[in-house]
């Protein structure tokens, strides 16, 4: 049923994919990214005692892939082959962990407060990340 719901609220009347349905999807999957990687790193390291730093390699992975795997088939509906997404995908995380870093500390030395600065990071990628999805790494 859910499934169903969230499929009739984010297609075009014309059964082309909106702008604002990819919109929910790219939200929804960002959550889902989320709660991945939360529980695997919940998991590994409350529940089997993994090093924290081996727990929160393995956690954002596991939030990468599922991230990349929705993105890719629900979200976006790629056509490309995965080399191709998959290159493109890994070239868009290194942009978020550069342009997130440069962001975090230049805000913060600015003085706003970090997490403050860390949320506008979020922001800003998101936004830069949802149009890169669209338009460039699962671009038909």
């Known amino acids: 049923m859910l499934p169903g719901l969230v499929a009739r609220l984010t297609e075009a009347p014309t059964g082309r994919r909106s702008l604002y349905g990819a919109l929910v999807r790219f939200g929804i999957t960002g959550l889902l ?4 990687d939360v529980g695997v790193l919940s ?6 005692g993994i090093w924290l730093l081996w727990s929160t390699l393995a956690a954002y992975a596991a939030g990468l892939s599922v991230n990349y795997t929705l993105n890719r088939n629900w979200t ?3 056509r ?5 997404t998959l290159f493109r995908y ?3 995380v290194g942009i978020n962990v ?20 860390k949320l506008t990071a979020v922001a ?3 936004g ?11 671009k038909h």
């Open 33 to 36: 990214s989320v709660a991945a």
């Open 43 to 48: 998991l590994l390291h409350s529940g089997f």
């Open 76 to 78: 976006f509906r790629a």
């Open 80 to 84: 490309a082959g995965h080399r191709r």
């Open 90 to 92: 890994g070239t868009l």
């Open 98 to 117: 550069v342009s997130t870093l440069a962001i975090v500390l230049g805000l913060t030395h600015l003085g706003l407060y970090y997490l403050l600065s």
């Open 124 to 126: 800003i990628n998101a």
């Open 128 to 138: 830069m990340n949802f149009f890169a999805g669209r338009y460039w790494v699962f």
